[in-house]
């Protein structure tokens, strides 16, 4: 079996990681990057840190707006699709990457795999519309809960879906084993005592009264607070005059390693996150989690106390931050671990009819 595969963004090279691992024992794998995150620190430290082969293209896409960058990955993956003629096309999540593979491929004859399909969060962020589209354009939909396939049965999408549960869970379990725990004598912290952030989609940090308000919530907890940086993020706090505000008071740093990341989210004390990922790593890993968002696609994690929705309110954040606590028990709705085995499994068993 030949499979292509598409990633763009830090999330898909995480999962990526842990299907390929499996996929490439037995069979053939095409790793195709868009280069919607393509500097270092974004992008090529995943592939040596989660130990899986750099990709076989890169088409070099870059930033732009949600249409003229999902376009020039439209163009470029029909090309490699033609030339590579694959036995599937998998994605991942619901970047723009993943809705352009999805377009290009329903185009096409090989069948579209969508990994974390039915994730839903009920808003109107770009990321939503990628995932309505991607999945019912999809062939194989892999959820990875019984939320998520219930989604998908609402919408009327019933047949190729699968429960494979979460391949970020895999993931996590490898990376875990493999945290880098240097970085908190590295940052100065120390373990259960800070409170890690993340801070990159568009709604917080393009608009300039949210970006301050998550500012100055976390500047206000007592304890340090680290905040690793995403690219888009610092070009924000410094187009809206808040990048001295935030860097004396936090522990600002370039982005991280996942291996890194995970021994920071494994550590500290609670997380305040905009990110669907980082919001569901904190649940593996026993973390308490703050999000910066109104709704979110993993609901489960709010409705098990794990979680606490608070968007861009800086009096909400800081409250949130105040009262987190570890519940005392935590549901299991996202499968054991072998979700990528289980994915491998089902693509084998398709592409051989």
Request: aromatic share 6%; hydrophobic share 40%.
């Given at each position: 079996m030949k499979v292509l595969t598409v990633v763009g963004?830090?999330?898909?090279?995480?999962?990526?990681?842990?299907?390929?691992?499996?996929?490439?024992?037995?069979?053939?794998?095409?790793?195709?990057h868009t280069g919607q995150h393509?500097?270092?620190?974004?992008?090529?430290?995943?592939?040596?840190?989660?130990?899986?082969?750099?990709?076989?293209?890169?088409?070099?896409?870059?930033?732009?707006?949600?249409?003229?960058q999902t376009g020039a990955m439209l163009s470029g993956l029909e090309a490699e699709i033609e030339d590579e003629d694959p036995d599937?096309?998998?994605?991942?999540?619901?970047?723009?990457?993943?809705?352009?593979?999805?377009?290009?491929?329903?185009?096409?004859?090989?069948?579209?795999?969508?990994?974390?399909?039915?994730?839903?969060?009920?808003?109107d962020i770009p990321e939503?519309?990628?995932?309505?589209?991607?999945?019912?354009?999809?062939?194989?939909?892999?959820?990875?809960?019984?939320d998520a396939e219930n989604n998908l049965d609402g919408e009327g999408i019933t047949d190729g879906v699968h429960f494979s549960g979460d391949v970020g869970y895999?993931?996590?379990?490898?990376?875990?084993?493999?945290?880098?725990?240097?970085?908190?004598?590295?940052?100065?912290?120390?373990?259960?005592?800070?409170?890690?952030?993340?801070?990159?989609?568009?709604?917080?940090?393009?608009?300039?009264?949210?970006?301050?308000?998550?500012?100055?919530?976390?500047?206000?907890?007592?304890?340090?607070?680290?905040?690793?940086?995403?690219?888009?993020?610092?070009?924000?706090?410094?187009?809206f005059g808040l990048y001295g505000r935030a860097e004396r008071g936090l522990t600002l740093t370039e982005p991280v390693g996942y291996r890194q990341f995970v021994a920071l989210l494994d550590a500290a004390t609670v997380v305040a996150t905009d990110s669907?990922?980082?919001?569901?790593?904190?649940?593996?890993l026993d973390t308490p989690c703050v999000t910066l968002r109104e709704q979110t696609e993993w609901v489960e994690t709010v409705e098990s106390g794990w979680n606490t929705l608070v968007g861009a309110d800086e009096g909400a954040i800081r409250t949130a931050l105040s009262d987190a606590t570890t519940p005392t028990e935590k549901p299991t709705p996202y499968g054991d671990g072998n979700a990528a085995k289980r994915i491998v499994e089902v693509l084998s068993d398709v592409t051989r009819l």
């Open positions: 963004a830090r999330p898909q090279f995480v999962k990526a990681a842990a299907v390929s691992r499996v996929l490439r024992e037995d069979h053939e794998e095409v790793l195709v393509y500097d270092e620190d974004m992008s090529d430290v995943f592939f040596e840190e989660l130990s899986i082969p750099f990709p076989d293209t890169n088409l070099g896409v870059g930033s732009d707006t949600h249409g003229r599937a096309v998998l994605v991942y999540g619901d970047t723009n990457s993943t809705l352009a593979a999805a377009i290009a491929t329903s185009k096409m004859d090989p069948p579209l795999a969508h990994v974390e399909a039915g994730m839903r969060s009920g808003s939503e519309t990628n995932r309505v589209l991607t999945d019912h354009a999809a062939d194989l939909l892999f959820v990875p809960s019984p895999d993931a996590l379990l490898w990376a875990r084993d493999r945290a880098d725990t240097d970085v908190l004598s590295e940052l100065g912290v120390a373990n259960r005592e800070f409170v890690l952030s993340t801070v990159h989609r568009d709604t917080n940090a393009d608009d300039p009264d949210k970006l301050e308000a998550i500012v100055d919530a976390l500047i206000s907890d007592p304890r340090p607070v680290v905040l690793p940086a995403h690219p888009r993020t610092v070009a924000r706090l410094e187009e669907g990922g980082v919001q569901k790593e904190a649940f593996f």
